[in-house]
């Protein structure tokens, strides 16, 4: 039945139709991309702090990886070392300050973690510390990229109980003096430029997403399924066809019988 020639021709143009269908998917699927909504990266352009984040909650999506400005003093006595910081793939030690940041209009000042700068080895990373704590606590800008705090962990070194791992705001917040009733930023500052001594911190800023159009891949799906309706219907036809055939063969043979019989 599949090869006769009218059956032939059903099926080059149930092809056909089922390719021009798909063809319509595939520009359906550019479309999706095409039209989808870029999602903007936070810029290089140094914004001051204030703009962009708030003491006291979490920072906006919109605001992960921005470059700020903010004017501080840092505080001597409350430097802190992690270990076991990535940086181009390498371990090390951060050096992390507790910075006081003016409060506006005359309100209470303003706790905020900075990541200062990274160090190969503890030796290196202490050192630095030490000058660092050593140096006046005169206010000075500070520039650099802000990120949202990671969440603490429990104590793992039990010669070192207080050696941290994560950049923990809130756990750095507990050992930072002089914090009682102020405010924290839930969120740190990766420095620009590193004290000397210390290799800067790797934060490449955040890659740059594209959301698609579902609407359109709705269509696309569209189309695929109506592809393949287009072979299905041609196969339909011809088992339809084929059955209806074979019903008036049995019909013809079982009326030829029942002639034999009578005559």
Do not use: C
């Amino acid at each position: 039945m599949m090869l006769r020639p009218r059956w032939i021709g059903a099926l080059v143009f149930a092809l056909l139709l089922a390719g021009g269908f798909a063809w319509l998917g595939q520009w359906q699927l550019e479309r999706a991309v095409a039209a989808g909504t870029v999602v903007d990266v936070p810029s290089e352009t140094v914004l001051p702090l204030a703009q962009v984040a708030k003491p006291g909650g979490p920072i906006a999506d919109t605001a992960t990886g921005q470059y700020v400005t903010v004017t501080g003093s840092f505080v001597p006595e409350d430097y802190q070392l992690l270990k076991g910081r990535l940086n181009h793939g390498t371990s090390g030690w951060w050096v992390v300050a507790h910075v006081t940041v003016p409060g506006a209009d005359g309100a209470k000042p303003v706790a905020l973690a900075v990541a200062r700068g990274w160090a190969a080895d503890e030796a290196t990373a202490t050192s630095a510390m030490k000058r660092l704590a050593a140096e006046p606590a005169d206010e000075q800008a500070i520039v650099g990229r802000l990120l949202p705090t990671e969440g603490p962990e429990a104590p793992t070194d039990k010669k070192h109980p207080t050696v941290m791992t994560m950049m923990s705001v809130a756990a750095l917040y507990n050992l930072w003096t002089g914090v009682d009733g102020m405010d924290v930023y839930s969120a740190y500052v990766v420095e620009k430029t590193p004290p000397a001594g210390l290799t800067k911190i790797e934060s490449p800023p955040p890659i740059q997403e594209r959301t698609l159009n579902w609407l359109n891949i709705f269509y696309a799906a569209e189309w695929i399924i109506f592809a393949g309706f287009a072979v299905f219907l041609w196969y339909r036809l011809v088992k339809d066809a084929k059955e209806k055939e074979d019903e008036l063969r049995e019909l013809a043979a079982g009326t030829a019988t029942q002639l034999g019989k009578v005559e």
